[in-house]
């Protein structure tokens, strides 16, 4: 091996180090100032918006002329626990804590999701 290829090969190493920390600590600082709501919908209209920081076994109880649903909030994870529409498909969804998701429940009219200034990625292809 030549003096030209060791120097070649350090400096992909050196770059390689460069991109991955640079990459890693854009990513840490976006997860640092991202505020997070959650915002509960019924019929289109907004009903509740919550900033998701620190909320510790917080339920929330909406009553509407459409039914009665009950949403918990803990560790920045919100899940239907209650809801009086006839199938229940909205209580059996599993907690959501990412920004864009969102639990629905048809028959009462009502969504809560979660949305944030700064949207997370999901999945990255090249």
């Known amino acids: 091996m ?18 991955f920390v640079g990459t890693n600590k854009r990513n840490i600082d976006n997860k640092k100032n991202q505020e997070k709501y959650v915002v509960i919908t019924v019929d289109g209209k907004e009903y509740k918006k919550l900033k998701l920081d620190n909320v510790k076994n917080e339920k929330i109880e909406v009553k509407t002329k459409y039914g009665k649903n009950i949403i918990k909030i803990d560790n920045e994870k919100v899940s239907m626990i209650y809801s009086d529409c006839p199938d229940n498909l909205c209580v059996e969804m599993k907690s959501i804590e990412k920004s864009g998701d969102s ?24």
Do not use: M, Q
């Open 103 to 126: 639990i629905i429940c048809l028959p009462n009219r009502l969504t809560v999701s979660i949305e944030s200034k700064v949207n997370e990625v999901d999945v990255v292809l090249y």
């Open 2 to 19: 030549k003096k030209g290829d060791k120097i070649v090969i350090l400096f992909i190493i050196i770059f390689a180090i460069t991109l």
